[in-house]
Nanobody
Framework: QAQLAESGGGLVQPGGSLTLSCAVLGSSIRVMNMGWYRQAPGEQRDLVAS???????????TYADSVKGRFTISRDNTENTVYLQMTSLKPEDTAVYYC?????????WGQGTQVTVSS
């Protein structure tokens, strides 16, 4: 059983940057496919960025078209943490951001962290 804890959200002005963290307890992220999702009020939860497990899946990170060139997903296997670096933030990036980890039939979500982009 894995537990995911996001942090790093907050209020930022348009054009600003934030880095979200997702610390994983109880399982190694090396074997897990990791993803960041977001959900704005009244909207569905959408995939923002994903990074396959380097051991079980391989392959490059992928991004939603709306964040390509602005967001970067990365993992630190030593810290067992996944990051989402967000730059050039826009008001439409405002949402609750969730971390997700999958491995086989296992599917874990964090509790979410609020990101608000506003002047």
């Amino acid at each position: 059983q894995a537990q995911l804890a996001e942090s790093g959200g907050g209020l930022v002005q348009p054009g600003g940057s934030l880095t979200l963290s997702c610390a994983v307890l109880g399982s190694s992220i090396r074997v897990m496919n990791m993803g960041w999702y977001r959900q704005a009020p009244g909207e569905q939860r959408d995939l923002v960025a994903s990074m396959p497990s380097p051991i079980t899946s391989g392959g490059p990170a992928t991004y939603a078209d709306s964040v390509k060139g602005r967001f970067t997903i990365s993992r630190d296997n030593t810290e067992n943490t996944v990051y989402l670096q967000m730059t050039s933030l826009k008001p439409e990036d405002t949402a609750v951001y969730y971390c997700r980890a999958t491995f086989g039939e296992y599917d874990f979500w964090g509790q979410g962290t609020q990101v608000t982009v506003s002047s």
